[in-house]
């Protein structure tokens, strides 16, 4: 009979082999130490940029972005990982980073990114790349040397942008402050911070998303929407192809619209339309200057002297970027213009007013049609008769 040889230990060493398995697969003891310690080698990495420590940064392995992000004036800088996945002396760790700018962010800004490490000899793990995850856009270091310029009222953080040029920036967003203030009575930071790429395709990088979302657009303004104690950051960025093409008074009336997007942040929810908060905002950045109507609002202008009147507000859908600049344009001055209307003939305040009672909506449905009631004493199908009118007689 032909028996089975026992072989001496087997049992032995398929079970430590069982064990190994179990430990490095599925996050167990090895992998959880491992992302400890990259945990630990990042808390370092954030605690050097904080203390501008080059030669802490560097002893955390590549230096590449150090000199880059060194001029922005960080309160707290964070790595927390998220997931490590490693390969022997090599890894690939997901982490979220938080960063808050000093004086400007009373909430951090918070962005996904991709990290690769590698082990020497000694056991110590060291950063060869940080970039990016995923759809997450770039930071304005990852494509350059940041320049920083501090105005009065205003932080402008640059790239392939001389200081000269960014004390342009900053000299606007100074006196968009206080025009917004004028116009926007509720309490805000009454500070900006405006980012300057050195391209629309940096512009659109910063944003994560395609360059054709943002041509002809000479800004936008970042940051979430909605009430809450703890305000996020916002973050103006520049198109410095489009903004490049307009003349003074042009730039003005642009960073003074975004910076009203930052002032009214708090009280612009989902319960807000387009029409509305861009139509606010372009009021207060066309309010008391000396443009002719039809000269700010040229297209919708052209459309009512050969009859063609608007049939209602614009929809949402008609500020989509991508879309036909014409449409896009007479969204804009049709928000505009009915904005321009209230304060006309309810009066500023209650403009304001107006605004914040749509925000305060549960929800889009019925938020305009409620505020209209409260605010204006007026339906919508009364108040879009009365703005076709005015439209006729403003333009015409």
Do not use: K
Not at 115 to 136: F, H, M, N, T
Not at 299 to 304: K, N, Q, R
């Amino acid at each position: 009979m032909a028996g089975r040889r026992r072989v001496p230990g087997a049992s032995v060493v398929a079970l430590c082999l069982l064990l190994v398995s179990l430990v490095a697969c599925g996050g167990g003891p090895a992998a959880d130490g491992a992302r400890a310690q990259v945990q630990s080698l990042l808390d370092r990495r954030a605690d050097a940029v904080l203390r501008r420590d080059a030669a802490a940064y560097a002893r955390t392995g590549t230096r590449a972005a150090f000199g880059n992000l060194r001029a922005v004036p960080f309160a707290d800088w964070s790595y927390r990982v998220t997931a490590l996945d490693r390969t022997g002396d090599t890894a690939t760790a997901s982490a979220e980073l938080s960063y808050r700018v000093e004086g400007y962010d009373v909430a951090p800004v918070t962005t996904t990114r991709s990290l690769r490490l590698s082990r020497d000899r000694e056991g110590r793990w060291s950063v060869d790349s940080d970039r990016p995850a995923g759809r997450s856009g770039r930071q304005l270091w990852d494509q350059g040397a940041v320049r920083a310029v501090r105005g009065e009222r205003s932080l402008v953080l640059g790239v392939g942008r001389s200081g000269a040029e960014l004390r342009g920036y900053a000299g606007l967003a100074d006196r968009a402050v206080p025009a917004v203030s004028d116009a926007w009575s509720p309490r805000w930071s009454r500070r900006v911070v405006v980012l300057v790429p050195e391209s629309l395709a940096d512009m659109a990088g910063l944003l994560g998303s395609p360059v054709s979302s943002y041509r002809g657009i000479a800004a936008v303004t970042t940051g979430a929407t909605g009430p809450g104690a703890r305000a996020p950051a916002d973050r103006v960025i520049v198109n410095p192809d489009a903004f490049g093409l307009l003349g003074d008074p042009g730039r003005q009336v642009v960073l003074t619209h975004e910076a009203t997007h930052v002032a009214t942040r708090a009280h612009t929810s989902a319960a807000t339309p387009l029409w509305l908060s861009e139509g606010f905002a372009d009021w207060v950045g066309y309010r008391g200057g000396d443009r002719a109507p039809d000269e700010t609002a040229p297209e919708l202008a052209h459309a009512v002297s050969r009859g063609d009147v608007p049939d209602g507000l614009p929809t949402d859908d008609d500020f989509d970027f991508s879309g036909d600049a014409g449409r896009l344009a007479r969204a804009y001055e049709g928000g505009w213009t009915a904005c321009l209307l209230i304060a006309g003939r309810w009066g500023e305040e209650r403009l304001g007013e107006f605004y914040r009672a749509v925000g305060a909506h549960a929800g889009r449905e019925g938020a305009v049609e409620d505020a209209m009631d409260r605010v204006l004493g007026i339906t919508p199908e009364e108040f879009t008769a009365r703005w076709q009118r005015y439209l006729r007689d403003l333009l015409a």
